[in-house]
Each structure stands twice: as structure tokens, then as C-alpha cells.
């Protein structure tokens, strides 16, 4: 298929999906008289549909400005938003089909239809948003000229105005206008998010800092409050381009605070603190300020559920696969790499309300103090800490790395990370058990299947480097198939071999080069993202 006829078809489903979308929230109006649980519903799959239409309609009017691989992604998405929305339809039909006309009887099982409906629509609301984000990288003024047009919602005129306000007022062109301002690229002025990132240092309690267990992360109060903050911290030494640096944290610290953390697998970045040494003539530090999920209760690193925590059902597993691969996803669309994707940088919220005691709770990634952005060149100083390195791409490992660093390390990085959470078997071991990262003496697992000196820098550090790889590909292939089964396999496998040669879902890192970084996030999208929303347990 050519090009234009990708877009053109592209464009086409589009149209399909709307008037999919469209004539099922009507269907619902029917029931606008029904009890007021139903009413709730209806309006919350309505606020739903109302930004879904909006996202379509703007991809219908830049699907010109998208390369191939790009439209052939949406075209896939599309393709499964109208199977969820046909479903949807059926299912409101068959409830309506027995004795015609709106019976209170059947309130509750429209309740449940709508339900239904929510679900599939938040699930692939959180597949088609990554994919949509990308968008914002296009280098082209076209993306900039739709952004300021304000949206028109056309399914909602059966609906009072208070409503239709409610539903129309939180476009999800705005916060794309701020983050499209935020990545850098040459805006005007008035595009650029109008947001003060820069906190005082003395806003917050530094005294009652608290290290979060197995993490390098501190949850420290707001001076005078009971107010808790997440800390990310970025120690100013002297191998560090600390001007470079403080400008990349601004400039992460902006992005984060644009991204629904509820899709992104990211909390909301608070602001940015920059803290000098005890002189107050040099800076000491620089401090990445994130808010905590409402309603949730002290976190836990993955790490600390690795070692102390009983086994969870596949399912919550699974949820926190799905919420890793999101935040991967978003870190790379802001125009970074992470360099630090492993157990101690991401925190598991248990929610207070929890109805399921087997729930973990939602998982997001920190740990942002090795972050660079996509553009420049990355220092290759490393560390000989193995359980670290045991998160790394083998090339990138030991003192001095051998490559720079490049999307695809990350990706390898999340496999590690998707393999130890498939197993749910901790691959460090920490002798204290303390949590105390300072001095903590640390081992590989039994079920790594690894010695210390499997991690030695040495001269044949290379060849032990490799070997690390294909113990960690071996362990994906034999052990997590009955625990997890084929199609996660598939996906921890994909990431772990990313940058082998011939490897046929993300290529040769030379193949997968453009001008706005699309193609690695395209690939990324189809190939592990989408791979692990197919999988139903």
C-alpha cells in the first residue's frame, strides 16, 4: 500500500470509528430518564468518548504529516477501538431487543453494559495515547495550526449546556499544546507552558527526609504540612556538566508536569529545587519534586515487594507490566532515555480503598538522576556495582561504557525488569534486610542462577557481559512460559534481544534513526505495548 492510500485509509477508519463512537452515545441517551447511577455512567463513558473524539479528529486533520510506520499504527488502533465499540453496541442491543422500550428492570444490566464500555475504552485510551503523543515530536507547522483550533464535540447536543461545558472543557489539546511547547523544539511564545517548575528549597521539610526502602528515592513533607513529596536527587559532582544537567532537569521536570499520570506510569513532576553545598557558593544537588496519587498509602519499592511480598495473581502482574512499558514509552516521547530502569527506581502505591486485598496498586517509574536527552551525547562513565549492571545492555556496563546510550538500552533494561516481575522472584538478594541502601551488601539470587564474579570488570568483561544476557534470555525462554505464558514470553524475549543482529521487531538501531525519533517509539508501541494489551488472562 502506497503512502497516500495509508492515509487515506487510515482517515477512513477514522471516520468509521466516529460514527461507531457517536451512534452507541446515543444509543445511551435513551436511558438519560433512568435512575441516577445510570445517569453517572452515561455521562462518564460520555466525558470519555468526548476526548476520544477529539484525539481522532485531530489525527483525521495531521494524518498527512505522519510517516508510514506512524499511520500504520493508528491504523491497527482504530481497527481495535471500532471492535470495542461494536462490542459495546451488541451487547446495549441485546439488552434492549427482549420486550422493546427502557424498563426499569433492565437498569442494572444497562449499568453493567456501560460498564463494559468504560473498561474498553479506558484500555484503549491507554494504547492509542502513547501512539498519539508521538505525534507531538512531528516537526511540522501543520501539527502546531490544529493544536490551536478549539475541538467541536458533535455527539453531546442531545445534553444540557452545563453538561456539554463539563464534557467539552478539559480537551486534550491543551495539555498537548503545553507539552508540544515544553520539548524544546522552536515554538512561539504563547505555546510554551505557562507553568512556574522552580520551587524554594525551603518549601520543603529536608530534616524529616525519608528513604524509601530499597530505593534511592525520599519521601520528604512540605515545611508545615503533613504533605509528602517524592525527591528524585541529581548529586552535582565533578563529573557532571552541571550547567547541561540543570537545564535537562528544568526541562524534564516541565514535561512531567503535562503528562495524566493515570496513563503515563509517571507522577506528575511538583517542580524543580536547586540546592547549594553548606557554603551556599556552589550547587550541591538538584531535586526533581513529584506529587503523591490521592488516596494512596506510603509506597513500597518493586524491589521491596520482590523480597518481602507474597505472590500476586497474574493479572496484577500483568497490570504492573502494562504500567512500566507506558512510562518507558512516555520518558522516550518526552525526547529522553531513563539509564536507570530497574526494581529500586519504581514505587508501588497500595491504595487505601482498595476493593481487591490482591492488588498491588499502581506502579510508577522514578529514579531520574542518569536521565540525558535523546539528542546528546551521553557520558560513558559507569560504575562496577553489579546489581546494577545486571539492568544494563551489556555494552553498556562496568566503568567505562563501550557505546552510547540509546533508546533500545532502555527497552533491554525494561525486559530485565518485565522478567524478574513475570517470575516475581527477586534476582539481588540484600543481607541486612534492612532496605538501607547506604552499604547494603547485596548478592545475586539462587534463581538468577549467577555468581559475583559472573559481574567482574575485567579484561574478558565483554564476554562475562554477554554471558549475563543470554542467562537472562535462557531464563525468559525455560522458566516463564508456565508462569506467565507465551505471548509475555514473547514480549520479555523482544526486549532482551532488542539489538541483536536480524532481530526482526525493532531492526538495526541505523533503520530505526529519524529526524523526530518516531520510529523507535512506533516499533516500541507495536511491539511490546500492544503485545501485552492482547494478552487476556
Same mark, same amino acid.
Given at each position: 500500500m502506497s503512502a497516500v492510500d495509508l492515509v487515506t485509509t =487510515?482517515?477512513?477508519?477514522?471516520?468509521?470509528?466516529?460514527?461507531?463512537?457517536?451512534?452507541?452515545? @446515543?444509543?445511551?441517551?435513551? !436511558?438519560?430518564?433512568?435512575?441516577?447511577?445510570?445517569?453517572?455512567?452515561? %455521562?462518564?463513558?460520555?466525558?470519555?468518548?468526548?476526548?476520544?473524539?477529539?484525539?481522532?479528529?485531530?489525527?483525521?486533520?495531521?494524518?498527512?504529516?505522519?510517516?508510514?510506520?506512524?499511520?500504520?499504527?493508528?491504523?491497527?488502533?482504530?481497527?481495535?477501538?471500532?471492535?470495542? %465499540?461494536?462490542?459495546? =453496541?451488541?451487547?446495549?442491543?441485546?439488552?434492549?431487543?427482549?420486550?422493546?422500550?427502557?424498563? @426499569?428492570?433492565? !437498569?442494572?444490566?444497562?449499568?453493567?453494559?456501560?460498564?463494559?464500555?468504560?473498561?474498553?475504552?479506558?484500555?484503549?485510551?491507554?494504547?492509542?495515547?502513547?501512539?498519539?503523543?508521538?505525534?507531538?515530536?512531528?516537526?511540522?507547522?501543520?501539527?502546531?495550526?490544529?493544536?490551536?483550533?478549539?475541538?467541536?464535540?458533535?455527539?453531546?447536543?442531545?445534553?444540557?449546556?452545563?453538561?456539554?461545558?463539563? %464534557?467539552?472543557?478539559?480537551?486534550?489539546?491543551?495539555?498537548?499544546q503545553r507539552f508540544r511547547g515544553s520539548l524544546g523544539a522552536e515554538?512561539?511564545?504563547?505555546?510554551?507552558?505557562?507553568?512556574?517548575?522552580?520551587?524554594?528549597?525551603?518549601?520543603?521539610?529536608?530534616?524529616?527526609a525519608a528513604q524509601v526502602k530499597y530505593s534511592s528515592i525520599y519521601l520528604i513533607p512540605r515545611a508545615a504540612s503533613k504533605?509528602? !513529596? =517524592?525527591?528524585?536527587?541529581?548529586?552535582?559532582?565533578?563529573?557532571?556538566?552541571?550547567?547541561?544537567?540543570?537545564?535537562?532537569?528544568?526541562?524534564?521536570?516541565?514535561?512531567?508536569?503535562?503528562?495524566?499520570?493515570r496513563t503515563a506510569g509517571l507522577l506528575n513532576c511538583f517542580g524543580f529545587i536547586k540546592r547549594k553545598d553548606a557554603e551556599g557558593r556552589k550547587l550541591a544537588s538538584l531535586h526533581l519534586v513529584f506529587s503523591l496519587p490521592a488516596e494512596a498509602s506510603e509506597p513500597k519499592s518493586l524491589r521491596h515487594h520482590f523480597l518481602h511480598s507474597k505472590d500476586f495473581s497474574l493479572t496484577t502482574i500483568l497490570t504492573v507490566a502494562r504500567q512500566l512499558v507506558s512510562a518507558v514509552s512516555y520518558v522516550h516521547t518526552c525526547g529522553w532515555v531513563h539509564k536507570n530502569i530497574r526494581p529500586e527506581t519504581i514505587l508501588v502505591f497500595p491504595q487505601q480503598k482498595a476493593a481487591d486485598a490482591c492488588a498491588l496498586g499502581p506502579a510508577y517509574l522514578l529514579g531520574f538522576n542518569s536521565f540525558r536527552s535523546v539528542n546528546f551525547r551521553t557520558m560513558r562513565a559507569g560504575d562496577d556495582e553489579w546489581d546494577r549492571n545486571l539492568y544494563r545492555y551489556p555494552s553498556r556496563q562496568g566503568l567505562l561504557a563501550q557505546e552510547d546510550y540509546i533508546m533500545q538500552h532502555d527497552v533491554y533494561s525494561l525486559g530485565v525488569c518485565l522478567l524478574e516481575l513475570g517470575l516475581w522472584e527477586s534476582f539481588v538478594c540484600c543481607e541486612s534486610g534492612t532496605g538501607d541502601q547506604r552499604g547494603e551488601k547485596k548478592r545475586p539470587s539462587a534463581s538468577l542462577g549467577l555468581e559475583l564474579d559472573s559481574f567482574q570488570s575485567q579484561e574478558e568483561g565483554s564476554v562475562l557481559s554477554a554471558k549475563i544476557k543470554a542467562r537472562l534470555v535462557d531464563l525468559a525462554r525455560t522458566k516463564l512460559p508456565s508462569r506467565m505464558?507465551?505471548?509475555?514470553?514473547?514480549?520479555?524475549?523482544?526486549?532482551?534481544?532488542?539489538?541483536?543482529?536480524?532481530?526482526?521487531?525493532?531492526?538495526?538501531?541505523?533503520?530505526?534513526?529519524?529526524?523526530?525519533?518516531?520510529?523507535?517509539?512506533?516499533? !516500541?508501541?507495536?511491539k511490546v505495548l500492544l503485545k501485552l494489551e492482547e494478552i487476556a488472562l
Open positions: =487510515a482517515i477512513g477508519t477514522a471516520n468509521l470509528c466516529l460514527q461507531h463512537g457517536q451512534k452507541l452515545m @446515543k444509543a445511551y441517551q435513551d !436511558f438519560k430518564s433512568a435512575d441516577k447511577q445510570v445517569n453517572e455512567k452515561i %455521562l462518564h463513558v460520555q466525558s470519555i468518548w468526548a476526548r476520544t473524539e477529539i484525539q481522532i479528529e485531530f489525527v483525521k486533520q495531521v494524518a498527512g504529516a505522519l510517516n508510514r510506520e506512524h499511520c500504520r499504527i493508528h491504523l491497527q488502533i482504530f481497527d481495535i477501538l471500532i471492535s470495542k %465499540l461494536s462490542r459495546a =453496541a451488541t451487547k446495549l442491543e441485546a439488552v434492549l431487543k427482549e420486550n422493546y422500550g427502557v424498563k @426499569k428492570w433492565k !437498569f442494572p444490566f444497562v449499568r453493567d453494559a456501560i460498564d463494559e464500555a468504560i473498561l474498553d475504552l479506558d484500555q484503549w485510551q491507554r494504547i492509542f495515547d502513547p501512539t498519539w503523543y508521538l505525534i507531538l515530536l512531528i516537526g511540522d507547522e501543520l501539527i502546531d495550526k490544529k493544536l490551536s483550533i478549539p475541538p467541536s464535540i458533535s455527539h453531546i447536543s442531545t445534553i444540557d449546556s452545563s453538561q456539554t461545558e463539563m %464534557l467539552s472543557g478539559d480537551s486534550p489539546l491543551v495539555p498537548a515554538r512561539e511564545k504563547e505555546s510554551r507552558p505557562k507553568i512556574s517548575i522552580n520551587l524554594s528549597e525551603s518549601g520543603l521539610d529536608w530534616g524529616n504533605k509528602k !513529596f =517524592a525527591v528524585d536527587t541529581i548529586i552535582c559532582d565533578q563529573s557532571l556538566d552541571i550547567t547541561s544537567a540543570r537545564a535537562d532537569a528544568e526541562s524534564l521536570a516541565k514535561k512531567l508536569a503535562q503528562l495524566d499520570r505464558g507465551d505471548k509475555y514470553t514473547s514480549v520479555v524475549v523482544t526486549c532482551l534481544t532488542c539489538l541483536d543482529p536480524g532481530n526482526k521487531d525493532f531492526g538495526d538501531d541505523e533503520d530505526m534513526r529519524d529526524d523526530d525519533g518516531i520510529l523507535v517509539g512506533v516499533r !516500541f508501541i507495536e
